[in-house]
C-alpha cells in the first residue's frame, strides 16, 4: 500500500495544478488536451503523466441522517497515466475534505460496490487488480456514486456522470504514450 500512495503522492502536485485550473474553467487550462462529453483529459511533460478527470453531477451532504451544508474543495474523479504505471490507469478520488480516520470510500457501478482506501483528502482502489476492474465496470457503466464519510462526520454521496470515459481513456493513453 505505500508504494501506492507514495505514487499518487508524487503526481499530486500535477493534479492539484489541474485540479485548480479545473476548478476556474478547464478552458483556461494549457494542459488540458480533450474533452469527451463529461470529462477532460490532461497532460504534463514533467513529470510526464496523462489524466482524465471529472467533477460530480450532483453531491449531497447529510449529518446524523438529516441533509447538510458543508464547504468542500475539489470534488474529483480521476483515471491517471504515466509511463511505467498500470497499463490501464490508475483510478482515484478526491472528496474536498479530509476522509474519516482508517475509513474506506465506497465506489457503486451498475449496482457494483467496489471499495477505496482513504488517506488525507484521497481514495484508491486497494491493488492493481482492484484499479483493472473498476477500469472495466467504469468503461461499462453510465455513472458512478461514491458514498465517503468525512473526518467531522458528514457523509458525502457523490454522483459522476460516466460519459465519455472511455474516449477519455483512450486519449490519455495516447498522450501519455506520445502519440
Known sequence: MIGRIGRNAICAGAILAATGAWAQTANESKNRVAVNADWSVFAASNPK?????????????????KPTQVNRGDILLFVTFRPGGLPGGEI???GGYPFA???TATLEINGN???????GDWAWPRTPADDSGLL???KKGSEAVITAHSARGTQTVDTFSLSGFTATLDDAQKHCAGK
Open 49 to 65: 503523466e496523462c489524466w482524465g478527470v471529472s467533477s460530480p453531477k450532483s453531491s449531497v451532504n447529510t449529518r446524523g441522517g
Open 92 to 94: 482515484s478520488f478526491t
Open 101 to 103: 480516520p482508517k475509513s
Open 113 to 119: 460496490k467496489y471499495e477505496l482506501f482513504t488517506e
Open 136 to 138: 472495466d465496470a467504469l
